[in-house]
């Protein structure tokens, strides 16, 4: 019960006169400035930069580069964007402690809404007066609002320094778009009231009507997995609000790693107060860990009553197992620096943070230097994930700026800024949250200084899992990589592996309700029209797909009945693994269905969990479980075993050949054979930008093409060749869509590139923006299945 109080105190604290208040700040209180995107007046050498000062490192030496500085001006100033209009308790601001220490007295904390120098036009917070070697100063704000907290010297000539500036907010409302990480995830309570009333009905995106409800019984409990361990922020409990809203007074919230009694013995966030009806508690965690979110009811009996409870996370982590959206995708960069630091090395899946070893792009020393990928289409991004040297000059990232968006205005820098680059440590990797910022581009730029630009590896994490969308082409991309050259590019369709396989289920209701009618491709959501599945009415009934094979899994997407009956499937459990040990229930689970609507969709994201077997199960009651389609959507685009190379002995070309035991047709031979000599790879001249093309015969919907490289010599001239499908032929190939860019290119490797469905007759490789020779010692075609 401490932490409640505290808050309490601080609400008291903060409510006094402004002359004669102080604050207090509870323990790991979110600091709201940490690495957002910050400005000064000017800049003092280019280990000064405006965002050293929210680093998170309170280091007072400004030796160690962790301290903005600004040049001895008039009246200098700095300024953070918050991202969003905050009402701020307080304002924490670190002094130099190596020296000069007193220039930081009278510094004047603003808060408002005007940005960079005109925050000086913001209402006043308070002024420093504190200015001993290394102070810590508390500014009192008591719930000022505004977008912008800046800091200046007014009236007089000097240098600005800051080690750290720390911004606390009042309460700790919802983060800007931020995820709620508990929907749709396995729950669990003490008794359910009846069985309308499951613990799932708390995490299914519904606080009206649809309530978890447990018996009257010595201290009630109930509990969500979060699936992995996460920094809480905040956890939102919607109370009932028809009747006995009471009953919720004095509940506690706990996050922690431990079942241990429920729960219980994990460590309390705080305690729910407001108990009108339907009344939302906001319950402020302040980054606390943990796996489990817990709520109980201590020391008395009575019933627990939650309609939502929703929980926002501190960080975006991803999952393990997340899709790496900007892998082998084209990107682009300001220059390029030797022939080594191309801008593709940042996408090639491959995070070594040695330079020297090839796998890092790198600009020439220019201002403003820049770097995008095309994501090939609209995406709501949760994260980005930047990689940086390990060698050497690791500071020089320090401020760059992640930015999303659908323009390539300004090379993608005019985008949003999600948020900038703090953490410049040798080889460390920067987690900038996105929250679900929409865009097709991610661009990396360094602002308002000269400096070079090197990234190690680049990882684009997708906001949720929606189910990813089929049709033809959208226009805008960066192409082949040229400045100003636009060609089309295509969405991609995504690959349903559940289709067709062998299914079964626990019981069958009658003849005209197999396990195969929610693999066969009809989403019909009317029974009666016998394409659906159905089980008796028994207890925790199962459906389950035999994949054929261990896949990595997007996705599942549950197609629920229309007719009747729909909340039969709330609560249902998706499972994938490899074990058939009690019909699959015991592979890991993915997540619950908790849309039952009529005819609903509900797709579970599963972010890349192995198997071969998905099983769907109603666990803990008795019911019947109908399902009118599944489909399972599989991470990655490798062949599926079997499945016909539709490039096999087609006609090809290619710019040039080298020798007459070079030609076009010899990569589309079905050898794989490696070595040049042993006559089956294809091989141009040397030649300024070289491509090989091959007809399929006809248009098809290209799910991948495989391409092997040499494995004598040589192979390193693949790298960055680009894979393109599209109607116009030979040359003019290179103006068809791309799918993707070749990135690994060790001794005889196979890349695979993922097409996704995208339409076309040829399918043509080029190596852009440079002299060089193409040596291909196969390449294989698949076809999305069915043909689209």
């Known amino acids: 019960m401490a932490l409640p109080w505290a808050l309490l105190l601080l609400s008291e604290v903060l409510a006094q006169d402004s002359a004669t208040q102080s604050c207090l700040i509870p323990p790991s209180t979110f600091n709201a400035a940490l690495g957002r995107p910050a400005s000064q007046s000017s800049v003092f050498g280019n280990i000064s930069i405006a965002a050293n000062a929210v680093d998170g490192n309170r280091d007072g030496v400004w030796q160690h580069g962790s301290c903005s500085h600004t040049q001895h001006e008039r009246e200098p100033w700095w300024s953070v964007d918050l991202g969003g209009r905050h009402t701020v308790a307080a304002v924490l601001v670190k002094n130099r402690q190596d020296c000069c220490w007193q220039r930081l007295r009278g510094a004047q904390v603003h808060v408002g809404d005007a940005p960079g120098e005109r925050g000086r036009d ?45 911004v606390v907010l009042q309460g700790c409302p919802p983060l800007p778009a931020a995820p709620n990480v508990a929907l749709g995830r396995p729950v669990a309570q003490s008794s359910a009231l009846n069985d309308g009333t499951s613990a799932a009905n708390a995490v299914d995106g519904s606080s009206d009507g649809s309530c978890a409800h447990t018996e009257k019984e010595p201290e009630p409990w109930w509990y969500v997995d979060l699936g992995a361990r996460h920094a809480v922020y905040a ?26 009694d429920h729960g219980k013995r994990n ?271 028994e207890p925790e009934p199962w459906w389950r797909v035999d994949l054929g094979a261990r896949h990595a899994v997007y996705a599942v997407t549950v197609t629920n ?35 039952t609507s009529p005819g609903s969709t509900s797709t579970i994201c599963c972010h890349g969990l192995r198997g071969r077997y998905v099983t769907i199960l109603i666990p803990e009651r008795e019911a019947a479980l109908a399902l009118c389609e599944v489909e399972v ?38 050898k794989r054979d490696g070595v040049w000599q042993r006559g089956s790879c294809s091989h141009t001249r040397r030649e300024r930008e070289p491509w090989w093309s091959v007809d399929l015969g006809g248009r098809r919907a290209v799910a991948a093409v495989l391409v092997k490289n040499r494995q004598d010599c040589c192979w390193q001239r693949l790298r960055g060749a680009q894979v393109h499908v599209g109607d116009a032929p030979g040359e003019r190939g290179r103006d068809n869509p791309i799918c993707g860019t070749i990135t690994d290119t060790g001794p005889g490797s196979l890349s695979t590139i993922c097409c996704h469905g995208l339409h076309g007759r040829y399918v043509t490789v080029t190596v852009p923006g440079r002299e060089e020779q193409l040596a291909l010692c196969e390449v294989e075609v698949y076809s999305v299945t069915p043909e689209l």
């Open 122 to 166: 913001n209402p006043i917070c308070g002024t420093i007066t504190d200015a001993g070697p290394g102070s810590l100063s508390t500014v009192c704000c008591a719930g000022l609002p505004g977008r912008y907290v800046s800091v200046l010297l007014p009236g007089r000539s000097a240098a600005l320094v800051l080690c750290e500036v720390e």
């Open 235 to 260: 956890v939102t409990v919607t109370n009932r609000r028809d009747c006995c809203w009471e009953s919720l007074l004095g509940a506690q919230v706990h996050v922690g790693d431990s079942l241990v």
């Open 267 to 537: 460590p309390v966030c705080g305690v729910i107060l407001d108990t009108g009806p339907g009344s939302a508690s906001t319950v402020c965690c302040n980054g606390l860990p943990g796996r489990y979110v817990s709520i109980i009811i201590p020391g008395r009996e009575d019933f627990l009553v939650l309609c939502e409870v929703e929980v926002t996370v501190q960080s975006c982590v991803p999952p393990p197992g997340a899709q790496n959206l900007a892998l082998r995708r084209p990107a682009a960069q300001s220059s390029t620096a030797g022939g080594t630091g191309d801008a593709i090395n940042a996408v090639d899946g491959n995070r070594d943070g040695n330079w020297h070893r090839g796998s890092c792009s790198q600009t020439e020393r220019e201002p403003e230097p820049w770097w995008t990928v095309d994501l090939g289409w609209r995406r709501a991004v949760a994260a980005v994930l930047v990689r940086n040297r390990l060698d050497c000059c690791w500071h020089r990232l320090k401020g760059a700026r992640v930015h999303v968006g659908d323009s390539l205005a300004g090379h993608g820098t005019n985008n949003p800024v999600c948020g900038i680059i703090t953490d410049t440590g040798p080889g460390s990797t920067s987690t900038v949250c996105c929250h679900g910022l929409r865009g097709r581009y991610v661009t990396v730029a360094i602002p308002g200084r000269e400096e070079r630009l090197s990234l190690c590896e680049v990882e684009v994490v997708e906001h949720g899992c929606a189910a990813l969308p089929g049709g033809e082409c959208a226009a805008g991309t960066l192409g082949r990589a040229r400045r100003g050259h636009v060609t089309p590019t295509a969405i991609p369709t995504a690959q349903n592996v559940a289709l067709g396989r062998p299914a079964t289920q626990s019981s069958l209701l009658d003849a005209t309700s197999g396990a195969g009618n929610a693999v066969d491709g009809n989403q019909d959501g009317n029974w009666e029209h016998g394409s659906c599945t159905h089980t008796t009415e």
């Open 561 to 595: 009945r229309r007719d009747c009956c729909w909340e039969r499937l709330k609560g249902a459990q998706v499972h994938v693994g490899d074990s058939l040990v009690d019909h699959g229930k015991r592979n890991p689970v993915c997540g619950i269905i908790t849309d």
């Open 633 to 670: 959507l599989r991470q990655g685009c490798a062949p599926l075993p079997g499945a016909p190379n539709v490039a096999r002995d087609r006609w090809a070309t290619q710019s040039s050949t080298s020798t007459g035991a070079g030609a076009a047709a010899n990569a589309v031979d079905g």
